[in-house]
């Protein structure tokens, strides 16, 4: 394994903690790398088995049911945790490769195995409960009664540095927000008119009073 390649996995959330110098020791010959074209899908969860991803380089993005984006992952992101060790299938989502990706695999039985070191097995428990906070996020937008609402829980949980790119448009955010373009346009409207957040171009930036309690990311 290149140096490189232990210091990514070193920053990753089964990882973190570790000094990349000490993985090899750690992994002990576990796992394997697969390379993924950009526009290829990596096979899921009870496709190819159970096991986990760890994102070396490229990006990924995770698609839901309607070919809605869920997500969107970056060197060191990790998936595949949800599927790990239970009964039955996981959530219905697939997995593109956005950019050329490198991703390493640990099967469930080399991931279990690896949890016998308390800082790895405290470091999987902690990426589980931010998944299960990210998703109680998730579904207090998409229940949130108010279209106002929930563009704005919506934008605060999508915002880096303060702000939202919406580069492909805002049709997309009205799909993956399961709403019509006319209610989402209004909803921007109504958060610009009370100073929550101001339109530039393809961005959307969140003024400094704006709400920010949805702003932490798994």
Known sequence: ???SERVVLSRSPLFSGIPPEELPAVLNGAGTRESFPAGSVIPAAGMAGRRLGILLSGTVIVMGTGGVPLNRLGQGGMFG???LFGKGEGAPTHLIAKKDAEIFFL???ETEKLTNDVWIRRNLIAFLCDRIRFLNRKVATFSA???TEKVAMALAERAEDGQV???SGL???ARSLDMGRASLYRALSRLEERGEIRREG???ILLAHAR???TIKP
Do not use: F, H, R, Y
């Open 1 to 3: 394994m290149e140096a």
């Open 81 to 83: 945790a949800a599927a």
């Open 107 to 109: 099967s469930e039985e």
């Open 145 to 147: 009664a108010d279209s």
């Open 165 to 167: 790119a919406v580069a």
């Open 171 to 173: 049709a997309q955010l």
């Open 202 to 204: 393809k961005k959307i």
């Open 212 to 214: 920010t309690d949805s």
